[in-house]
């Protein structure tokens, strides 16, 4: 790590400098160059204009070429003289009659129209550059020239100034990177010693860091970062334990599925269930091999809805009752509950209320037929009244054994179903025959008001007792109309619903969550007077859901009540009756 943070700040070092280099390379150069250039062109300019004045004075008393070599040993630069046709008079580095006229010279040609000239060019004779400078005389024209290496040379002297100085920042700054790199390199190495503590579940790891800079704050922060997580994580693990206590200390089997189907989480209860060995990871399967449990935690993984279920299979000779739920995760929660005592209190309670009844029909049917015998001998008013009461108890007495034999078989499913294809027509046709007579009697007529074209999947027998328990249900309370209306209506969630509607006095809410309930009644006295038992609802409630449909009511009142049922309907529809068989 040192290496690789000396590394990128030695780099950046370097291409700071190197930049800095460059940039005053190119502008201190051209600054000093371009001075250096203006002051050399001022100083010849002034030279030369002494040397026009010289010149002048002394003209014809010293030689010209005694004068410019004095001329370039006081200036320090190349001097020449010539007339007015260019003819070279004199010249401080060459022979004078071996050079050619000069007349043309940018300088001298200026300088012969009366105005001082200057150039800069490669010298013909001796083959480097020079900075000319040329002033006018009364006898042509003087001009002294300087090489331009000079400049060069001052120039190249300031390059190297500079490269050296680079040279010794780059040293400096290899030192300062080297120090630098150690020192982040280690506080680095802390915080990444630090982060993997906190990775490895160490929370209560600690960075300490003193300063102001950067990496300070940043470590600073993640101390904090380190705090607060301890903080939420003992907050989680108390939670969780506390869970887990609670959820071990239940006595319903709970157990977490996966989205995998493979077992996430499991509390004491399900361990002690398991049909093999079961653990986190472990798929469902091999821990629980209840084919009903598997299939509705299979249909809340994918719908995403809560299931239950009636498990026979999860342990031999025990009964469970099992409800599933999503989880936010895409898994899913089951709860078992043993219900094995619950369902063995209520089959007690089936074959208790069974066997009494059965065993009352027969002192019952005797107590009717004797009293029956004695009314039709008795003189007696007085004693035909009590006779006639005696025998009213006993036919109401009677019926209540006899529906509650019939409740009893179809809770315990003693006389199981036989469902088959049936038209709905036929059992609402069924209904209106059998009860027309009756409903004349009372001056009601039963009305099919909907009939549709479709097949159930039912017991005939079956549903024509439900029909029978809502008719004569719906007779009881239609007094004082004149018809009952019974009839069907297909539904989209592949169901039919069948309807018994009256137009009596209706239902006060508050009772209609009650109504299918055994022996509950709205109006007890008239439901005794009219001959109910209070378990004909509840038989029609049982009977549908052994169908796999569901029994409801809607009413108003002063409107009348209509108590419907949904049933299945059949895999095919069809557009003519069809033959069904009655149950036998």
């Not at 506080?187 to 982060?195: D, E, H, P, S």
């Not at 007792?465 to 209506?489: H, P, R, W």
Request: proline residues 4%; aromatic residues 6%; hydrophobic residues 45%.
């Amino acid at each position: 790590m040192t290496q690789r943070v000396f590394f990128k700040l030695l780099l950046l070092i370097v291409l700071v400098v190197g930049v800095s280099t460059a940039a005053l390379d190119v502008l201190v150069r051209r600054t000093w160059e371009a001075s250096l250039s203006s002051e050399l062109q001022q100083d010849l300019q002034d030279k030369v204009k002494m040397f026009a004045v010289r010149a002048n004075h002394e003209s014809g008393v010293v030689p010209f070429q005694q004068l410019a070599d004095e001329e370039a040993a006081a200036a320090r630069a190349r001097a020449t003289i010539i007339d007015r046709s260019g003819k070279v008079l004199g010249d401080s580095e060459a022979q004078a009659s071996l050079m050619e006229n000069h007349a043309t010279r940018p300088e001298f040609s200026s300088a012969l129209q009366g105005q001082p000239g200057s150039d800069t060019r490669v010298s013909h004779t001796l083959g480097i550059d020079f900075r000319y400078v040329a002033a006018p005389t009364s006898f042509g024209a003087v001009r002294l020239a300087y090489p331009l290496s000079s400049i060069t040379a001052g120039v190249r002297k300031i390059e190297k100034e500079l490269l050296e100085a680079s040279a010794i920042a780059l040293l400096f700054g290899f030192g300062v990177a080297l120090i630098a790199a150690q020192s982040v390199a280690r506080r680095l190495r802390k915080m990444v010693g630090f982060a993997q503590e906190i990775a490895a579940g160490h929370l209560a790891a600690r960075l300490p860091e003193s300063g102001s800079d950067e990496i300070a704050m940043l470590a600073t922060t993640l101390d904090k970062t380190a705090r607060q997580l301890e903080i939420n994580f003992r907050t989680l693990e108390s939670s969780r334990q506390q869970l887990e206590t609670l959820l071990n200390s239940m006595n319903d089997a709970v157990v977490a599925v996966s989205p995998n189907r493979e077992v996430a989480w499991f509390n004491g209860a399900m361990k002690n269930l398991a049909a093999g060995s079961i653990s986190v990871g472990t798929p469902l399967i091999r821990a629980v091999r209840d084919p009903d449990l598997l299939r509705v935690v299979d249909e809340v993984l994918r719908g995403r809805k809560v299931g239950n279920a009636t498990l026979f299979s999860v342990a031999p000779g025990r009964t469970f009752g099992m409800t599933s739920a999503p989880l936010p995760d895409g898994g899913a929660v089951c709860v078992l509950r043993d219900s094995t005592e619950i369902a063995r209190v209520e089959r007690t309670r089936r074959d208790f209320i069974a066997n009494v009844s059965h065993e009352l029909r027969t002192p019952l049917t005797s107590l009717l037929g004797y009293t029956e015998t004695l009314l039709d001998e008795s003189p007696d008013p007085k004693a035909r009244e009590f006779l006639d009461i005696i025998r009213r108890n006993a036919q109401r007495m009677s019926r209540l054994t006899e529906d509650l034999l019939t409740l009893a078989r179809v809770e315990s499913g003693e006389d199981p179903l036989e469902p088959a294809p049936v038209l709905a027509q036929e059992l609402l046709r069924d209904a209106q025959v059998s009860f027309n007579e009756v409903a004349k009697s009372k001056g009601i007529a039963i009305e099919i008001a909907n009939s549709p074209e479709v097949q159930v999947f039912a017991d005939r027998d079956a549903i024509h007792q439900v029909f029978a328990n809502l008719i004569d249900n719906a007779l009881k309370y239609a007094s004082g109309n004149k018809n009952i209306l019974v009839g069907a209506e297909e539904r989209q969630q592949g169901n039919v619903e069948f309807y018994v509607r009256d137009f009596g006095p209706g239902i006060p809410s508050e009772h209609l969550p009650r109504l299918f309930e055994r022996f509950y009644r709205v109006d007890k006295a008239r439901s005794r007077e009219a001959g109910g038992t209070g378990l004909g609802l509840a038989i029609v409630k049982h009977i549908v859901l052994n169908h796999g449909g569901e029994a409801g009511v809607t009413s108003e009142l002063g409107h009348g009540s209509t108590f419907w049922f949904r049933l299945p309907r059949a895999a095919v529809r069809v557009d003519a009756p069809v033959a069904t068989g009655a149950k036998h």
